[in-house]
């Protein structure tokens, strides 16, 4: 598809619709009001959620969409109005495809056991955007340390003395030789 044709004729919606088949990514030279067209956005965001990002306003805090958009790419929350980066089964959704997604989560669910827990279990450095009391959870903790040991710069000082020689963490700072 010709992009210099796509901006010419940014309005045309036959030809958007066949075009986003091609690229997602062609969202861009489209009209705001394609834009703004929930059936032509979803099949832009399925074919490369990374559309999100030219998605209208009202899109982009629209569920459905955000949702088709995070089944493969959790760090397109990027994108996400902020009333849905409080909804906690679309973060969720994102944080287990990327656990960077976490990073565009809302205060509480950065708090939320179950949401940093699944973050962690697929990005443990993401653990520094979450909130204290979930840094200082010992399931939260050994799942981070287990993703990657850097972690423990983030959760040391979150955890008390007495839960650091945990038996469990201490096996995954000095496991036993084989």
């Known amino acids: ?65 955000l949702m088709a958009s995070v089944e493969t790419v959790g760090w397109v929350m990027c994108y996400a109005s902020d009333k849905l980066r409080g909804d906690r089964e679309l973060v969720l959704k994102a944080v287990k495809n990327d656990g960077q997604a976490l990073y565009y989560a809302s205060k509480e669910l950065r708090n939320d056991n179950e949401v940093v827990l699944e973050a962690v279990k697929n990005k443990g450095i993401i653990i520094k955007y979450a909130s204290i009391e979930a840094r200082s959870n010992i ?29 469990e963490i201490q096996k995954i700072l000095n496991p036993p030789e084989q």
């Open 1 to 65: 598809m010709d992009v210099e044709e796509l901006k010419k004729d940014s309005q045309n919606k036959e030809l958007f619709d066949k075009a986003l088949e091609e690229s997602g990514l062609y969202l861009e030279w489209a009209s705001p009001e394609i834009q703004d067209d929930k059936e032509l956005v979803l099949k832009a965001v399925k074919q490369n959620p990374g559309a999100l990002e030219f998605a209208s306003k009202r899109l982009k805090d629209d569920k459905d969409v």
């Open 139 to 167: 399931e939260i903790a050994c799942a981070a340390l287990k993703q990657n040991k850097k972690t423990m710069d983030y959760v040391k000082g979150c955890l008390n003395p007495v839960i650091l020689d945990n038996e």
